[in-house]
């Protein structure tokens, strides 16, 4: 069985700083080109950045680039986003999500306040 | 920078019915890279249909896609009042892979 596992997930004051993380499990995680979405309280899904397998592309939402950095360790089946730079806006709950998108883990929250 | 443009934003329906959902696009885009999510509260998003018109695993027959160009639609054939969740398209064939704003379905 597939599982994505997010962590790192806090309380952090604006300008702050953040690490999360998710683990995966039942999958070749090297195979596999990942992503996070972030959901904020009440709205709606938005993509956030997409690595692939062998990190040679990156991609990043308009919304974060310069700020969110993504990256992973294939050894240790893991996935990360270095969250800088925090604003109240990026409050939310943070997906990983596989390639297409078939497989999510439950999310992590980020909460950004003073 | 595609837009993608989900309606009706809000639909309360009775069990048995069909729903037709449509997801509009402000720029032609393939139709492999087009998918639906179902999304319950408290719960992460669910895959429903990919390229379009392919079912997810395990996603009941009740559920197809159909469209092409920048006019997509979700149909959900014999609601059941565990359809109730809010429906996402999306685009991932280039990024950003931008999501639709969601519609609402609510079975009573």
């Known amino acids: 069985e597939v599982q994505l596992v997010e962590s790192g997930g806090a309380l952090v004051q604006p300008g702050g700083s953040l690490r999360l993380s998710c683990a995966a499990s039942g999958l070749t995680f090297s195979n596999y080109d990942m992503n996070w979405v972030r959901q904020g309280p009440g709205k709606g899904l938005e993509w956030l950045s997409y690595?692939?397998?062998?990190?040679?592309?990156?991609y990043y939402a308009d919304s974060v680039k310069g700020r969110f950095i993504i990256s992973r360790d294939n050894a240790k089946n893991s996935l990360y986003l270095q969250l800088n730079s925090l604003r109240a806006e990026d409050t939310a709950v943070y997906y990983c999500?596989?390639?297409?998108?078939?497989?999510w883990g439950q999310g992590t929250l980020v909460t950004v306040s003073s | 920078e595609l837009v993608l443009t989900q309606s009706p934003g809000t639909l309360s329906l009775s069990p048995g019915e069909r729903v037709t959902l449509s997801c509009r696009a402000s720029q032609t885009f393939s139709s492999r890279y087009l998918a639906w999510y179902q999304q319950k509260p408290g719960q992460p998003p669910r895959l429903l249909m990919y390229s379009t018109s392919n079912r997810a695993t395990g996603v009941p027959d009740r559920f197809s896609g159909s469209g092409s160009g920048t006019d997509f639609t979700l149909t959900i054939n014999r609601l059941e009042p565990e359809d109730s969740a809010v429906y996402y398209c999306q685009q991932y064939g280039y990024s950003p892979f931008i999501f639709g704003p969601g519609t609402k379905v609510d079975i009573k």
């Open positions: 999500a596989t390639n297409r998108f078939d497989y």
């Open positions: 690595i692939s397998s062998s990190t040679n592309v990156i």
